[in-house]
């Protein structure tokens, strides 16, 4: 009998009606309602287990919300690409070769010329097409690298914890990351921490400090975050074990928490300035030495001005220790996918396989691993 485990993409959504919730898997975009069993169901399936009987299940995994090993068909936005970049090169062959003569003829022949008119009217990436160019080979790249295979060990209890969290505002410039993400994020940490040591996140809407109270009862987690919505919920979730303090962190740390933490934790804006005043309370909070440790995700790639960020961690006296690419994934968002679609085409960049190449379900971040040995 063949065994099943959660995919790693499991995440949830909010239902049609007031009180659903959807589970699903983000690669695959697909997916079912949820009801009061559901997660008692799935919960056998966090490590690999037969799939018996029931019929809900079976419905699970016509979902690819249950996976194994074996051979499956790959996500639409795959044969989709493949269609594309086969008529594109006129070759046919394996996804990543086929990718890479696509990336060598679109680079020659349908480049966008970048934005020449007035200053105001375009921003960076108008300016810079080729970084958005980057972006969309690099992520493609990565997702049929690296999200295909079936991964094991995804917790159930933090995706139906999740399911719970306040809707994504970008006004604060959020972007939630997986669960899986955040699960792994924390595992990471962990690695670094001893017990009593004292964590700072700066800002947390992929809720990693909820992961990490959950994971452990050794450490002492604290949160500085904006958002009243999320203020609340990290409050209400982590109770007693987690400090949240509902804080605008242009204003700084405050004192009582300067030079104070083993690790501090942050996954900040992208623009230049809200990126610098992040990483100047990172520094500020971390207690001097070796042992002291910031996890920066990020992606340099997208970030407004790249080169700042390396002059930033320098002047900052922050070293990269370790950094692990296309770690975390977050939802590429619609809006933002039609707006990079339209930069291109306005910028003179075909259809095809421009349309094909912005449709991958992640946008991927790096994970920084930095010292502050002062």
């Known amino acids: 009998m063949a065994n099943y485990w ?27 309602l949820a009801d009061e069993q559901s997660f008692k169901r799935l919960a056998p399936f966090q490590q690999s287990h037969p799939l018996g009987d029931d019929p809900w299940l079976e419905r699970a995994l016509d979902a690819n919300l249950l996976v194994n090993q074996d051979d499956r068909e ?15 090169t006129g070759q046919s062959g394996q996804p990543l070769q086929l990718l890479e003569a696509a990336e060598q003829r679109y680079r020659q022949q349908s480049m966008p ?28 790249r990565a997702f049929l690298t690296h999200d295909q295979r079936p991964e094991q060990g995804l917790d159930l209890s933090l995706v139906e914890m999740f399911s719970q969290r306040p809707a ?42 909820l992961a ?33 303090l509902e804080h605008n962190l242009r204003h700084g740390v405050p004192e009582s928490m300067r030079s104070a933490y083993d690790l501090v934790t942050t996954d900040p804006p992208y ?10 309370c990172a520094a500020d909070s971390l207690k001097p030495g070796p042992d002291s440790r910031l996890f920066l995700s990020t992606f ?8 700042k960020l390396w002059q930033d961690l320098n002047d900052l006296g922050l070293h990269i220790q370790r950094r692990q690419d296309h770690f975390s994934r977050y939802i590429y968002n619609n809006g933002y996918r039609v707006e990079h679609l339209a930069a291109l085409r306005g910028l003179g960049s075909p259809l095809h396989p421009t349309q094909e190449l912005l449709g991958f379900p992640f946008l991927y971040a790096h994970f920084f691993e930095c010292l502050r040995p002062g």
Do not use: W
Request: hydrophobic fraction near 35%.
């Open 6 to 32: 959660l995919t790693q993409h499991l995440d949830t959504r909010f239902g049609s009606q007031s009180g659903e919730v959807v589970l699903c898997n983000l690669a695959y975009g697909s997916r079912i």
């Open 74 to 88: 790959p996500p639409n936005c795959v044969a989709r690409l493949l269609a594309a970049l086969e008529t594109y």
């Open 271 to 280: 623009a230049a300035h809200g990126m610098r005043f992040f990483l100047e």
């Open 300 to 307: 340099p790639g997208l970030i407004e001005d790249p080169d």
């Open 212 to 244: 990490l109270v959950h994971s452990s009862d050794q450490y002492q987690v604290d949160v500085l975050e904006l958002d009243p919505d999320l203020v609340a919920f990290l409050k209400d979730k982590g109770g007693e074990r987690l400090n949240v």
């Open 113 to 140: 010329k970048a934005y020449s008119g007035p200053i105001e009217k375009a921003g960076p990436l108008l300016r810079r097409p080729e970084r958005l160019v980057d972006f969309a080979f690099d992520h493609t």
């Open 168 to 209: 994504m505002k970008l006004r604060y410039e959020q972007q939630y990351c997986t669960p899986f993400t955040t699960q792994q994020r924390v595992a990471r940490m962990r690695e670094t921490l001893k017990p009593g040591a004292r964590v700072l996140v700066l800002g947390d809407d992929d809720l990693v400090s």
